[in-house]
């Protein structure tokens, strides 16, 4: 399958080194909102929905993990960033990884948040078969209790609402399609071959991926670095904003263990 252009975000100096921002399955770029500024105080940030999701073209299926990382490619070369640093949560870690293991010179430093390497595929694929019944928007409540924990998501119901339009958005079929490249996921052979400096990030209440995942992926990727955050779901990076937004300028920012 070819690369779609996927609908895209940048912010920052167009001269500063270049921070790419992947989105969570479901999810869609308006996810990173809350790091978006700080990161661009330092980087030109690109931010970008997934395909089937947000804005972008939902071409017609199967998708394969491959098909989302040349997307990245195809979005690199039309911002013009020879090598960049790449960050991704769920789904878009996975596709960050995939693109630090395949590509290896595009990829400056890594970070992923609440994602895998293997996932449970049965739990994907069931989700897939009901996108495909009766669309996106009855998943979303369900979904939307998994990214965040309990007590935080009962002080923001604004944003509960925001996350739930963002599921209900997405297209059914594309949708669907990224259920079945997260079930279809094996990456444990791809961790040793990731050489860019690496950041995973754990939530540690995250019912969706567990920090089991992430201690794994620590595990197999050569010199990574382990952070989890608490109080913490899927989407950490909602719960924990400022403190995601440091960890993530920290870990760009270094220059000593390139």
């Known amino acids: 399958m070819s690369a779609v252009a996927v609908p895209h975000t940048v912010i920052g100096d ?17 996810m990173w909102d809350p790091q978006v500024p700080a990161l661009a105080e330092r980087f030109r940030v690109v931010t970008y929905d997934t395909r089937g999701h947000g804005e972008s073209p939902a071409p017609a ?22 090598r960049a640093h790449v960050a991704g949560l769920s789904l878009g870690g996975m596709t960050a990884m995939r693109l630090a293991a395949r ?6 430093r890594l970070a992923v948040l609440c994602t895998s390497s293997k996932t ?9 078969a009901a996108a495909r019944a009766g669309g996106t928007a009855p998943l979303a409540p369900a979904v939307v209790s998994r990214w965040l924990t309990p007590p935080f998501a009962a002080e923001q119901p604004e944003l509960v609402g925001r996350l739930e339009a963002m599921i209900a958005g997405a297209d059914d079929e594309g949708y669907a399609a990224c259920c ?5 996921l094996d990456l444990r052979d791809d961790l040793a071959r990731i050489a860019a400096p690496t950041l995973v990030i754990s ?26 955050v608490s ?22 920012d270094r220059t000593g263990d390139q």
Do not use: K
């Not at 590509?103 to 400056?108: H, I, L, M, S, T």
């Not at 449970?120 to 897939?128: E, S, T, V």
């Not at 079945?180 to 279809?184: I, N, R």
């Open 180 to 184: 079945e490249v997260v079930a279809q």
């Open 203 to 228: 939530g540690a209440e995250d019912p969706a991926l567990p920090p089991e995942h992430q201690r794994l992926i620590a595990a197999g990727i050569p010199g990574a670095r382990l952070l989890t």
């Open 120 to 128: 449970d595929p049965q739990g994907f694929l069931d989700r897939a």
């Open 14 to 30: 167009d001269a500063a080194p270049v921070v790419v921002l992947s989105n969570s399955l479901g999810a869609t770029r308006g």
């Open 231 to 252: 109080p913490a779901a899927h989407l950490a990076n909602l719960e924990r904003t400022a403190e995601i937004a440091a960890a993530l300028l920290d870990h760009f």
């Open 103 to 108: 590509e290896p010179a595009r990829v400056q």
């Open 61 to 82: 299926g199967p998708y394969a993990l491959d098909d989302l990382v040349d997307d990245v490619v195809a979005l690199l070369d039309e911002v013009g960033a020879d």
